[in-house]
């Protein structure tokens, strides 16, 4: 009985604008969903392909020179 007395009780303008955020929240998540989904398509074949071997390359020559520069400033502290 409390629960009825409650709702009964309900300003039905603040009920209004409730009913509105939660549709309002609703339709916010159901597009960030289809975000989602459509980004997931796009960029799934993208992060299946190779990476190409002079990028591979190149990320490799970053690592030496990283590991060098490291020696040397372990060395001379």
Do not use: W
């Not at 009780?9 to 929240?25: H, I, V």
């Not at 390359?57 to 502290?77: M, P, V, Y």
């Amino acid at each position: 009985m409390i629960l009825s007395s409650a709702r009964a009780g309900r300003d039905p303008e603040l009920a209004k604008d409730q009913d509105q955020n939660r549709e309002k929240a609703r339709a916010v998540r159901a597009r960030q969903r289809v975000i989602g989904r459509e980004l997931r398509r796009i960029y799934d074949g993208v992060v299946s392909e190779p990476v190409p071997d002079d990028f591979l390359d190149l990320l490799r020559r970053i690592d030496e020179t990283d590991a060098t520069a490291g020696n040397h400033t372990k060395k001379s502290s």
